[in-house]
């Protein structure tokens, strides 16, 4: 088998830091890509955290970067 002999881990992003920070990089980049990995994560049922987290991390990556979260309408 292809297994290593002991335990193994990785260190990844939680979903809804994942899903935050590719939603900020949209706003602010709006390159093709950034759409279309928000639109593939946020078609994932099983694993799509509620909205109220991801919307708090946002706040804080946009705080953070010193640019809006939730821009006023125009």
Request: with cysteine; charged share 35%; hydrophobic share 40%.
């Amino acid at each position: 088998m292809n297994r290593p002999e002991t335990g193994m881990t990785a260190r990844c992003y939680a979903f809804e830091k994942l899903l935050a920070e590719k939603t900020r990089a949209l706003a602010e980049r709006t390159r093709p890509r950034d759409l279309y990995d928000v639109v593939n994560l946020f078609r994932m049922d099983e694993a799509r955290p509620p909205a109220a987290p991801v919307a708090d991390v946002l706040r804080q990556k946009c705080e953070f970067k010193d640019i809006p979260a939730f821009p006023d309408p125009v």
